[in-house]
């Protein structure tokens, strides 16, 4: 919806014009504020003038088509005017008028163009509150194209010059576009800027800089006192107010509820290194942390007993369990005695409680990832290899979901089980025994004399392969030996063997595997001082350790991320996000094996 816009104008009435008066119109100033007169009356009359007389009646029209909320006759009685032709501030009210009628019709890059019209880089001729209605304009124009960083600045030049009672919304405004900036985009900005842009940049890329709501807040109290006269001082944004209040409701007791006896025990014993290493270094660097007390799930036999023993100590929050079971029967609770984040995920099916998030290491993030990725590198047909365990077909529907959903194309899916049965199904999936006898019949004509190649299926681009070690080991020497080597094969990380000890991985060169930042970058500001204590987190049991980490720093964001579901952690497990459910998910790195090992290969643009 458009928002009418009357220019100040005085001057004589139309109906004199109409009536034929000696002293025709030759400025902005000689049109009268308003009539009740036609558009075509007006339009008549400047068939009756010509030259300067008749383009300013014509734009009188444009004016009164605005002021009627008619955008569709603003720009046709636009187009009988030249602008070229017209004194300086009429080319301001023809640009003007051009940009709002463009905007209400829909066509922002339109209006934009019009307010980069020459005639509007020269506004100190115009009235204040008509300047800083033009800046409004083009801030509005710029976010409708997508360009919320210039949109932003546009508001902060004008912010001092707006009346009281309009600054307030115009700080949600500037907060508002910056938020839907990209933070690379933010950082190179926040590198130039000075003054009361730098403070706002910079208060912008607090929240996505900083992993834990108590770094946050550190910062902003930082910030506060480098830029002491910022507007966002005295009248902070929503976000700002928020993240403020967020920090002052956090919990001052926590559980962490794992299976430390059993099966589980290891796993739990990772876990609890991991959180508790996050929880430290914050303690580091002299942030105030919860207590946490340690519950092993294994002693209890109804989860809702362990709730009454939590709350009688004092706790308010809950991380924990891991063991699925116990999740889902958290998941078939009406409602929880404590916010939780569990470990693990119950059935998607399941409707959770309110106050219950997920958090795990499940296939099906990789699985979605591998998606993305193809998806990124071009591919829109692709064919499924999965296992047939639980986790294979787990991996093998969240894929498809997510590559459908993209508009993606699906043109087979086998199910793969023993290793030597692999080449069979390879071969029934490319087609290539097709292939074949359509070249024995080219030969039965020509003669044995031609040779012609076997070629796979041409409509399959790539393939998404949920499979284990042994079975990944067939994958790559099959499609070489049915004509398809240069396939590209996406795989979760299941399908390489991670080693402290750095083994090769034989026959899988040039897969391209899903792998946690943790373990393929080793760039974690913890990852250092975790594997100097717990060699094994440079192995396969870091994906745990990361887990635990990330936990620490999910559960500190967690309010956050269910109130603003655009943020984003860069955490040890991927870049995680929180959707409605309140189930994590993880988007992956990437890498790919080179003489047997696995190395990075580019990440997507990061937000």
Request: proline fraction near 7%; include cysteine; charged fraction near 20%.
């Given at each position: 919806?458009?928002?009418?816009?009357?220019?100040?104008?005085?001057?004589?009435?139309?109906?004199?014009?109409?009536a034929?008066?000696?002293?025709?119109?030759?400025?902005?100033?000689?049109?009268?504020?308003?009539?009740?007169?036609?558009?075509?009356?007006i339009?008549?009359?400047?068939?009756?003038?010509?030259?300067?007389?008749?383009?300013?009646?014509?734009?009188?029209?444009?004016?009164?088509a605005?002021?009627?909320?008619?955008?569709?006759?603003?720009?046709?009685?636009?187009?009988?005017?030249?602008?070229?032709?017209?004194?300086?501030?009429?080319?301001?009210?023809?640009?003007?008028?051009?940009?709002?009628?463009?905007?209400?019709?829909?066509?922002?890059?339109?209006?934009?163009?019009?307010?980069r019209?020459?005639?509007?880089?020269?506004?100190?001729?115009?009235?204040?509150?008509?300047?800083?209605?033009i800046?409004?304009?083009?801030?509005?124009?710029?976010?409708?194209?997508?360009?919320?960083?210039?949109?932003?600045?546009?508001?902060?030049?004008?912010?001092?010059?707006?009346?009281?009672?309009?600054?307030?919304q115009?700080?949600?405004?500037?907060?508002?576009?910056?938020?839907?900036?990209?933070?690379?985009?933010?950082?190179?900005?926040?590198a130039?800027?000075?003054?009361?842009?730098?403070?706002?940049?910079s208060?912008?890329?607090?929240?996505?800089?900083?992993?834990?709501?108590?770094?946050?807040?550190?910062?902003?109290?930082?910030?506060?006192?480098?830029?002491?006269?910022?507007?966002?001082?005295?009248?902070?944004?929503?976000?700002?107010?928020?993240?403020?209040?967020?920090?002052?409701?956090?919990?001052?007791?926590?559980?962490?509820?794992?299976?430390?006896?059993?099966?589980?025990?290891?796993a739990?014993?990772?876990?609890?290194?991991?959180?508790?290493?996050?929880?430290?270094?914050?303690?580091?660097?002299?942030l105030?942390?919860?207590?946490?007390?340690?519950?092993?799930?294994?002693?209890?036999?109804?989860?809702?007993?362990?709730?009454?023993?939590?709350?009688?100590?004092?706790?308010?929050?809950?991380?924990?369990?891991?063991?699925?079971?116990?999740?889902a029967?958290?998941?078939?609770?009406?409602?929880?005695?404590?916010?939780t984040?569990?470990?693990?995920?119950?059935d998607?099916?399941?409707?959770?409680?309110?106050?219950?998030?997920?958090?795990?290491?499940?296939?099906?993030?990789?699985?979605?990832?591998?998606?993305?990725?193809?998806?990124?590198?071009?591919?829109?047909?692709?064919?499924?290899?999965?296992?047939?365990?639980?986790?294979?077909?787990?991996?093998?529907?969240?894929?498809?979901?997510?590559?459908q959903a993209?508009g993606?194309?699906?043109?087979?899916?086998?199910?793969?089980?023993?290793?030597?049965a692999?080449?069979?199904?390879?071969?029934?999936?490319?087609?290539?025994?097709?292939?074949?006898r359509?070249?024995?019949?080219?030969?039965?004509?020509?003669?044995?004399?031609?040779?012609?190649?076997?070629?796979?299926?041409a409509?399959l681009?790539?393939?998404?392969?949920?499979a284990?070690?042994?079975?990944?080991?067939?994958?790559?020497?099959?499609?070489?030996?049915?004509?398809?080597?240069?396939?590209p094969?996406?795989?979760?990380?299941?399908?390489?063997?991670?080693?402290?000890?750095?083994?090769?991985?034989?026959?899988?060169d040039?897969?391209?595997?899903?792998?946690?930042?943790?373990?393929?970058h080793?760039?974690?500001?913890?990852?250092?001082?975790?594997?100097?204590?717990?060699?094994a987190?440079?192995?396969?049991?870091?994906?745990l350790?990361?887990?635990?980490?990330?936990?620490?720093r999910?559960?500190?964001?967690?309010?956050?991320?269910?109130?603003?579901?655009?943020?984003?952690?860069?955490?040890?497990?991927?870049?995680?996000?929180l959707?409605?459910?309140?189930?994590?998910?993880?988007?992956?790195?990437?890498?790919?094996i080179?003489?047997?090992?696995?190395?990075?290969?580019?990440?997507?643009a990061?937000?």
């Amino acid at each position: 919806m458009f928002r009418m816009f009357r220019l100040p104008l005085a001057g004589l009435i139309l109906a004199s014009l109409i009536a034929g008066c000696s002293a025709p119109p030759r400025q902005l100033a000689d049109l009268p504020a308003s009539t009740d007169a036609p558009l075509s009356d007006i339009l008549r009359q400047a068939e009756r003038r010509s030259g300067a007389e008749a383009n300013l009646l014509r734009l009188h029209a444009a004016q009164t088509a605005w002021n009627r909320q008619q955008p569709e006759e603003v720009r046709r009685i636009l187009a009988l005017i030249p602008q070229s032709e017209l004194p300086l501030d009429q080319q301001q009210r023809f640009s003007e008028l051009q940009a709002r009628s463009e905007m209400a019709l829909g066509q922002p890059a339109a209006a934009l163009r019009a307010l980069r019209h020459p005639s509007l880089q020269q506004l100190e001729g115009l009235a204040p509150a008509s300047q800083v209605e033009i800046h409004l304009l083009r801030a509005e124009a710029l976010a409708a194209t997508g360009e919320h960083l210039k949109a932003a600045q546009e508001r902060m030049f004008i912010h001092d010059l707006l009346p009281n009672a309009d600054q307030q919304q115009n700080l949600s405004a500037i907060w508002q576009q910056l938020n839907q900036v990209p933070s690379g985009k933010l950082r190179e900005a926040a590198a130039l800027a000075s003054g009361e842009t730098a403070g706002w940049l910079s208060l912008a890329l607090i929240q996505r800089e900083h992993g834990s709501l108590d770094l946050q807040v550190h910062a902003l109290q930082q910030w506060q006192k480098q830029y002491p006269d910022h507007p966002a001082v005295q009248s902070p944004p929503e976000g700002v107010t928020r993240l403020l209040e967020l920090h002052a409701q956090r919990p001052r007791h926590l559980a962490l509820l794992l299976p430390f006896d059993g099966n589980l025990a290891s796993a739990a014993d990772a876990l609890r290194d991991g959180f508790l290493a996050a929880q430290y270094n914050a303690l580091g660097q002299g942030l105030e942390q919860p207590q946490v007390s340690l519950y092993d799930s294994g002693n209890y036999a109804d989860l809702m007993q362990f709730y009454r023993q939590a709350e009688a100590d004092g706790v308010q929050w809950v991380i924990g369990p891991l063991d699925r079971q116990q999740v889902a029967r958290l998941a078939s609770q009406p409602q929880l005695p404590l916010p939780t984040l569990a470990l693990n995920y119950a059935d998607g099916a399941t409707t959770p409680p309110p106050g219950l998030f997920q958090f795990g290491l499940s296939p099906e993030d990789e699985a979605r990832s591998a998606a993305l990725r193809a998806w990124h590198d071009g591919h829109r047909q692709m064919a499924i290899l999965a296992s047939q365990e639980d986790w294979g077909q787990r991996a093998a529907r969240a894929f498809a979901e997510q590559w459908q959903a993209m508009g993606g194309h699906l043109v087979g899916h086998e199910t793969i089980d023993q290793p030597s049965a692999i080449a069979n199904q390879i071969a029934d999936l490319l087609r290539v025994q097709e292939s074949e006898r359509r070249n024995q019949r080219i030969q039965s004509v020509l003669g044995d004399g031609v040779t012609v190649q076997p070629t796979p299926r041409a409509e399959l681009e790539a393939i998404f392969l949920a499979a284990n070690p042994l079975q990944a080991r067939q994958i790559k020497p099959t499609l070489v030996f049915q004509y398809a080597g240069d396939l590209p094969v996406y795989a979760t990380s299941h399908a390489y063997r991670l080693s402290v000890h750095g083994e090769p991985n034989p026959d899988i060169d040039g897969l391209l595997v899903a792998e946690i930042p943790w373990l393929l970058h080793n760039s974690d500001p913890l990852y250092d001082t975790v594997v100097s204590s717990w060699p094994a987190a440079a192995g396969p049991m870091g994906r745990l350790y990361a887990m635990g980490v990330d936990a620490q720093r999910i559960f500190n964001r967690l309010l956050q991320m269910q109130e603003h579901p655009e943020t984003r952690i860069h955490g040890a497990t991927g870049t995680l996000s929180l959707d409605p459910s309140g189930r994590v998910r993880r988007e992956l790195s990437w890498g790919q094996i080179v003489d047997g090992q696995l190395q990075p290969v580019g990440d997507l643009a990061p937000w």
